[in-house]
């Protein structure tokens, strides 16, 4: 009797376990995963090679570009000031300056080619549109140390509250830092969280809970299983940054669920109606190419 009540017991262990794996694989289910094959066009940068935008990248005009073009995605960098302000920008330095020992005052002079200044993240997503036509991907920039990383993790999702963009569906986060991605898996892990450094396999970033990948196309030509090894882990596939048609077709053949671009009109010609947008983007106006930059030639 008590050997078939240990047998019950386990059974029943084993059921439970089960269960609850089963209710956590569905918490992880992101838009990206939910595309029926369509691919995704991600802005680098936003859409900053264009006339609308002045040719600015990282600029709030790229960010609206980028909406009114009804693209999925519109990628933007940031980091920390010493005077922690956290600010959009690509490089670890504004001419020649750090950003990490610089107070965010001292690039009023810094202004973009098109004569914007140099936005906070607060400012950026103050312009995002309400809604939610395009997801802001936000990279988060490496940082001189952990304790400044987690401050910038810190201040990010203050502001992503703040701004009512607290929200899976409208924002998502890569990094190549992999104790950023490490700290975002454990925090919060409702959110797509793609690690970039391209040195890990998935099964291995699937163990520390990442989940998703956006890695250099090279490493994708080099490892082209690597798009089936995340899928079959359900995590999501980005690719950086794909800007010639050749490139853009081998990634599409591929079945990645995003490419980052700095060409998004082309890309969006190469995909035609396997483009995937925002239900909100589908539905807007502003999504038809102005061929403002020629890139659909």
């Known amino acids: 009797m008590k050997q078939h009540l240990t047998f019950v017991l386990a059974v029943v262990a084993v059921i439970l376990n089960a269960t609850v794996s089963s209710a956590q694989n569905s918490e992880k289910t992101f838009p990206t995963l939910k595309q029926n094959g369509r691919i995704a066009v991600v802005a680098h940068r936003g859409f900053w090679n264009c006339e609308a935008a002045g040719f600015s990248e990282n600029s709030i005009a790229a960010l609206r570009a980028a909406q009114d073009n009804g693209f999925w995605g519109c990628e933007c960098d940031i980091h920390i000031t010493a005077d922690d302000i956290v600010i959009v920008n690509h490089n670890n330095d504004i001419e020649g300056r750090m950003i990490c020992d610089s107070r965010y005052s001292d690039f009023d002079g810094n202004l973009l080619p098109n004569g914007e200044k140099r936005p906070t993240l607060e400012a950026y997503l103050d312009n995002v549109y309400p809604d939610h036509r395009t997801v802001i991907v936000i990279e988060f920039k490496s940082q001189k140390d952990e304790g400044r990383e987690d401050l910038l993790i810190d201040k990010t999702m203050e502001l992503l509250r703040a701004k009512g963009l607290f929200d899976p569906q409208a924002v998502a986060f890569i990094s190549f830092s992999k104790h950023i991605c490490l700290r975002l898996a454990k925090e919060y892990p409702q959110f797509v969280n793609q690690y970039l450094s391209g040195d890990l396999d998935p099964a291995a970033l699937e163990a520390d809970g990442i989940n998703g990948i956006d890695y250099h196309d090279n490493k994708f030509v080099e490892k082209p299983q690597l798009v089936q090894e995340a899928h079959a882990r359900n995590m999501s596939v980005n690719v950086w940054t794909v800007n010639d048609k050749e490139m853009i077709d081998r990634m599409i053949s591929l079945g990645v669920d995003a ?39």
Do not use: M
């Open 259 to 297: 490419i980052t671009t700095n060409a998004p009109l082309l890309v969006r010609q190469c995909l035609g109606d396997r483009e995937y947008k925002t239900p909100a983007a589908d539905k807007s106006a502003g999504t038809e190419c102005t061929d403002c930059c020629g890139q659909c030639n």
